[in-house]
């Protein structure tokens, strides 16, 4: 991951340079959540220093920016084998990179050195927006906005001057979508029903409708460059997850309305078509999964008669995808479902199920498939043509994976104390919600929510250490 030497494309290496960056971020956003962790457990770690609220903001942030940045270097990367050609504005795009490297880079450090500003709009401006996951300041709004169009741009230009395959026609419609769904939260209005209707529309639609079709794009061209996998049968399955994903992730949104008035029908909608979303993905990867394992059982006869067979090219990239397909049907599908329902949301809203959920989502839709894109990116930067599993590669992929599924588990259970505890035995007041804080299942679960944590992070030291070192290992074998 440290040369670019074997790359020949400008598009590849400014892929690359993204990827740096988004891995750098990645472990900022685990160490500040093993600081809010703590903070949970022992409030008094860090006040007045580096206080609950403000670790808690650099890790959802850093989220969010880290999978940003892996997705921008994704496209970049993949550009040139999908269309054929380089990208039409290396040179400003890569200005682009450097300008926002260096404003997430200011934004982190006013987060951590000025921390909260008063109610005024100079606030708003220099510091802190105040909306969860989207609390840019408003200079770095307009920024992120300013450098993708110019990624936009690059895309869609270099798309007409090449080829126009099925992948990059739903990535180029979607990275339009992406683009200005995000202008949803940059107004402001002073109806908080209102504000929080158009907040969720970037959270919700930017995150579970366009983020998920992009991570449909990026698992078939990861399946056609690991595996061989046939275009039609990849591409068929992108345009269905375009088609329920555009659909579902609207109409999804439903199970939220609940909360600011609207009519009781968009109750059951939203539960029913938020849940949907993960199929066709785990559709795409198990169709062509069943095709390659029947390819592999005639592969002796193929030989004979003179046909390529394809085997995995990538061994960890095709890991971390194939845990893509089945995490994200956990996290964003059966987890998320597990509280959408309004019947069951009136008691689960706000508790540690969302944040179970979010744990798990986050990572299985998302995290996955843009780590399978780096070992992908380091295997063309390393110049081999076969790339296999280190020891380092398991127990990453290990670790991380069964850390997150043990904070999972830990939020739930602190969230089905809360159910049972604050909401539905004691009524959901204060009084409640601080009685059932330092209960034995809430503190135990705490606990384990932070163990889970560390070995999430230890997880994370292997795969830097394994992004860093697995393309020289292979290419001095």
Do not use: C
């Not at 909260?116 to 709004?141: F, Q």
């Not at 964003?332 to 809203?349: C, D, E, K, R, S």
Request: without cysteine.
């Amino acid at each position: 991951m440290l040369t670019n030497a074997h790359l020949k494309y400008e598009s590849q290496k400014l892929g690359m340079n993204y990827f740096r960056v988004a891995i750098v971020l990645f472990g900022a956003q685990l160490l500040l959540g093993l600081v809010a962790a703590i903070q949970f457990i022992w409030p008094g770690f860090l006040f007045e220093v580096l206080d609950f609220n403000v670790a808690r903001m650099i890790h959802i942030n850093a989220l969010v920016v880290w999978m940003v940045f892996a997705m921008l270097g994704a496209v970049y990367y993949m550009l040139p084998d999908e269309t054929g050609e380089e990208v039409v504005g290396a040179g400003i795009g890569k200005l682009a990179f450097w300008v926002l490297t260096a404003a997430v880079t200011v934004v982190v450090l006013v987060y951590i050195f000025i921390q909260v500003g008063p109610g005024k709009e100079s606030t708003i401006w220099l510091i802190n927006e105040g909306r969860e996951y989207i609390e840019a300041p408003r200079w770095a709004d307009i920024g992120i906005v300013v450098v993708v169009l110019i990624f936009y741009w690059n895309v869609f230009a270099t798309y007409m001057k090449g080829r126009r395959t099925g992948i990059m026609t739903v990535l180029v419609a979607d990275l339009l979508a992406l683009a200005g769904l995000y202008l949803a939260g940059m107004f402001f209005t002073d109806n908080i029903s209102m504000d929080q209707y158009w907040w969720w529309w970037v959270i919700h639609l930017w995150v579970e409708a366009t983020w998920e079709v992009f991570v449909g794009a990026l698992a078939a061209y990861g399946l056609i460059k690991i595996l061989g996998a046939k275009r039609e049968i990849v591409e068929m399955w992108l345009w269905i997850e375009v088609l329920m994903l555009f659909g579902s992730g609207i109409l999804g949104l439903g199970h939220h309305y609940f909360w600011i008035g609207t009519p009781e029908y968009w109750w059951e909608i939203g539960a029913l078509f938020s849940a949907l979303e993960p199929v066709p993905l785990v559709a795409m990867f198990v169709h062509v999964l069943y095709d390659w394992g029947k390819e592999q059982g005639h592969k002796e006869a193929k030989a004979l008669e003179g046909e390529e067979v394809h085997a995995v090219n990538n061994t960890p990239a095709m890991g971390w995808i194939a845990l893509n397909a089945f995490g994200n049907f956990l996290g964003a599908g059966i987890w998320g479902f597990f509280h959408t329902l309004p019947q069951v949301n009136i008691y689960t809203h706000g508790t540690q199920f969302t944040a179970a959920h979010g744990h798990l989502a986050f990572f299985g839709a998302y995290a996955t498939i843009l780590i399978g894109m780096m070992y992908l990116g380091v295997q063309g930067a390393s110049g081999v043509k076969k790339m296999t599993m280190t020891f380092k590669s398991k127990m990453a992929i290990t670790l991380i994976t069964f850390g997150v599924l043990g904070m999972t588990v830990a939020l739930t259970i602190a969230g089905y104390e809360q159910v049972l505890v604050e909401r539905a035995d004691l009524g959901g007041g204060w009084d409640a919600y601080f009685i059932a804080q330092n209960l034995t299942w809430m503190t135990q679960a705490m606990g384990w929510r932070l163990a889970m944590g560390v070995v999430t992070f230890v997880g994370f030291v292997y795969l830097l250490w394994d992004l860093l070192t697995i393309g020289k290992v292979e290419a001095d074998q």
